[in-house]
Every structure is written in C-alpha cells, then in structure tokens.
C-alpha cells in the first residue's frame, strides 16, 4: 500500500523537477522570442475574382471591409515561429525539465524519513483545509497560489491551443492538446505542464472570438479573470491582516521549511517556474490581439497579480481572424 509519506515524496519530487529556472540564467532564451525567428506566414486565398480585385459584390467599389483589411496588411505582417526557433525552445525548456526530475531526486533537501514524515503531516493538513491556521501563513498563501497558476495558463494558452482547419483541404490539423496537461498541472504543477509548453506549436494569429469555442469563451470572459482576481484578493488579505512581528516570524519560519522540508522547497520552486515561463504565454497572447508584446514583461512583474490584472485588461480578440502583428525580440 502507498503510504501518505510515499504520496507526498513523490509528488513533490516531480514538482522539483521542473523548478530551477530562477537559478538557471537561461530565463531569456525561453521567455523571448528571437527576431530571426520569424517568417512571413503565407497569405489568404481570396474566395472569388471580386474579392481578388477588393471589390464589393454588389457595388464593384473597393468595400470598406477590403480596404480595412489591406490597411492591417500594410500595417502587420503575419509571423510564425520559425522550425529552429521552436527546436530552441524545446530543447531548452525539456532541458531544463530533466534537470530539475534529476535535482528533486539526488539534490533537493528532505529526503530522510523525519521531513518525509513532516511533509506527510503537512499535505494531510492543507488537503483538509487549504486555509489551516498552524500551517506557516506564507507557505499556505503559496500552496494556494498553486491553484491559481493553471487556470491562469489556461486563459493565455487556450486560444491558441485548438485544432484549426487548412483553408483549401478543409481538414483539421493536428495540435497538442492542451486540456491533459492543464488538468494535470492542478496536482503537479510545472512537471505536468512544462512538456507542453516545450512541444506546443506557438500560434500568435489565425486566431479569434469564432474559433474559442464555449470552454474557451468562458477562459475569455471578464467575469472568470475577475473570479480568480478575487481568490488572490483573499489570499493577499490573510496576510495584510498580520501584525509585522508575526510576518517577520513567519519569513523566518518559512526561511527554515524550505531548507529542510522537500514539499515546502519543491513548491516553492514550482511557483518560481510558473512564473518564468509565463513571460511567454503572455507574449503570444498580446500579440495574438495585436497589442505591443512587451507589456508582458510588465504583467509579469509581479506573480498572479500582474497576471490576473492583464487577464481583466486585456484586448479583445477579433470577431473573425485577421493578421495580428509582429512576435518582435526583445
């Protein structure tokens, strides 16, 4: 029988693997997106001779639906991410995905049976109660970020995660599906999430209100973003309630649970990739919508927050596809 203690060794352990990021000095390589990188994507095939010459069908005047669209192709040019770009960014985020398996398995502290015992006694107590009042406040606000993170990548990756059809053969190409890993994300964190992040196909255009689906028009909607705005509200009340004494007492005692104690380290980890891998996600979806992707370094300022206020914030997508602008490198 699988004891607690194995439960939480090896969920922990797997979280680990995917959590060096912050010390790895290679956030650049995977959150920007190089300017070579990119090629001009193949233009749309016009349905008819009148639309080939940017006529109306009925007045044989340029329409103002045409002359709209040459101004958005005079003004953006359509981009993919390039094959060797994407072999970058698979190459380095597996990388970094199997250094960090090998870390939670021979570098990470809390492997004896005593903190095994401690880090089984501590998952029973959050499972019950998320919001448990002998947990360390700022492990348990950190624990319950956990469960932010995935619906938050689910709102960026969604639109660009779904099957598309090619315009001539009118058959569906084959995407990774996103849904698996999401789910999966939920338990464990970046060890699931992170191998779709690297294998994914990056889609910064073709993409529209039409295309989301009824799943992915609630990831879309103000009312899901202003929901989890309001989780991480509570969560940054539970601490503001503090006294400064007891938060200095907390840091300390948190500062001691991540040296020791293989769930609190690998978790902390765990967030910390979360976090640098979002740069990313945001850049595709602000370009997808046409808007400056620099904006993500900003929304990515300050974990959650910055992510849940872009989510309230940002651009609608188009009602029906058209060219978005350029994935510049930064």
């Known amino acids: ?7 939480s060794a090896v969920t922990t352990m797997a979280r680990a693997a995917l959590l060096l990021a912050a010390t790895a000095g290679v956030a650049r390589g995977l ?7 990119l090629r001009r994507a193949a233009p749309a095939r016009p349905s008819n001779l009148l639309e080939l010459r940017g006529l109306s069908p009925v007045s044989r005047k340029p329409s103002d639906a045409s002359q709209r669209a040459v101004a958005r192709r005079a003004s953006s040019t359509p981009t993919e991410e390039s094959s060797s770009a994407a072999v970058g960014r698979r190459v380095g985020v597996l990388g970094l995905w199997a250094a960090l398996i090998a870390y939670a398995a021979l570098g990470a502290p809390g492997h004896d049976a005593a903190s095994q015992a401690v880090d089984s006694e501590l998952l029973a107590t959050l499972v019950s109660d998320p919001f448990d009042p002998t947990v360390n406040p700022l492990f348990c606000v950190l624990f319950n970020f956990m469960g932010l993170w995935p619906a938050v990548y689910a709102a960026l990756l969604w639109p660009g995660a779904l099957a598309t059809k090619d315009a001539t053969t009118r058959t569906a190409s084959f995407r990774l ?13 970046m060890f699931s999430l992170a191998p779709y992040v690297a294998l994914r196909e990056v ?17 879309e909607s103000k009312v899901f973003a202003g929901a989890l705005a309001l989780g991480a509200a509570a969560l940054a009340a539970q601490l503001l309630g503090s006294t400064p004494d007891a938060l200095r007492d907390a840091a300390a ?3 001691a649970l991540f040296q020791s104690q293989l769930f609190v380290h690998v978790t902390s980890l765990d967030f910390s990739l979360f976090w640098l891998l979002s740069v990313g996600v945001l ?4 370009a997808r919508r046409g808007a400056d992707e620099r904006l993500a370094y900003l929304a990515a300022l300050v974990p959650i927050y910055g992510h849940l206020a872009y989510l309230l914030i940002r651009p609608r997508l188009p009602s029906e596809e058209e060219p978005r602008g350029n994935l510049r490198g930064l």
């Open 31 to 37: 959150v920007a997106v190089p300017p070579t990188s």
């Open 253 to 255: 005692d948190f500062a």
């Open 283 to 286: 850049r595709e979806d602000l």
């Open 177 to 189: 599906p996103a849904a698996p890993f999401l789910l999966g994300s939920v338990a464990l964190g």
């Open 1 to 7: 029988r699988v004891s607690l203690g194995h439960l």
């Open 203 to 219: 889609r910064a255009e073709g993409v529209s209100q039409a295309t989301l689906g009824p799943f992915g028009r609630v990831l």
